[in-house]
């Protein structure tokens, strides 16, 4: 499990994390040209081998480095303007597959630096999944729909505001869960949602109301889930 854990948490990181927008665009243009394409595919093998820290991992590092790469060139050279949700969704698909073949072959074990404990790696895989990724994908999810409004071009928003309050309210719903203060999310939601209310009210945008709502629930749900897994893998570890 902790095998599965740790290489998780470095698809995450190469894919998710570490992995700019500049770089994205650079591979979608260029395909298998872009520099920016190896070197993706490079921290992917470095990361799982480093995470893993045994020499012998280092032959299925170079494995899930190099599946990976054909991964992605073929979604590269096959997604449209119009397919790319469809595309992302069998791509992370395609690597969570590999991940769980290599956790099968590998008979070795993992080595924990210094005083990173397992139920370290299972809390900072659960954390970092709902901040970015989880955004990334939310994104991706309801990329279909993209209300306008008559505000849509004027708006005094902070930028990328909507992105760290989705952030914040996934930290604070997963840390409710873990210490047991379910009660807490409750309020949590009340509030963004009066606060949310003068903007949807001034709006008149049944659409644009449904879309942040599908956007809301989606990210309280994937918090939910997520501090719910990582509690239930916790407690197997007592």
Known sequence: MILFI???????????????????????????????????????GVLAAILVGEIQFIPYAILIAVTHGIIDLIKLNFQKENTKR??????????????????FLYKGETINF??????FWILLTGVLFITKPTSIIIKTIISI???ETQNSHDDNSLAKAGNYIGVLERLFVFCFILTGHFEAIGFLLAAKSIFRFGD??????RKLTEYVLIGTLISFGTAI??????????????
């Open 6 to 44: 740790k290489l998780v948490l470095a698809h995450l990181l190469g894919d998710f994390i570490w992995q700019p927008n500049s770089w994205v665009a650079d591979k979608e243009a260029k395909k298998h040209k872009s520099i920016y394409l190896y070197l993706h595919i490079l921290l992917h």
């Open 86 to 103: 469809t595309w992302f969704v069998v791509d992370q698909m395609m690597h969570v597959l590999v991940l769980i073949g290599v956790v």
């Open 114 to 119: 210094l005083w990173f404990n397992n139920q």
């Open 145 to 147: 729909w993209n209300p």
């Open 200 to 205: 949807l009210k001034e709006a008149k945008d």
């Open 225 to 238: 889930a997520t501090g719910l897994i990582v509690q239930v893998l916790l407690l197997q570890l007592l």
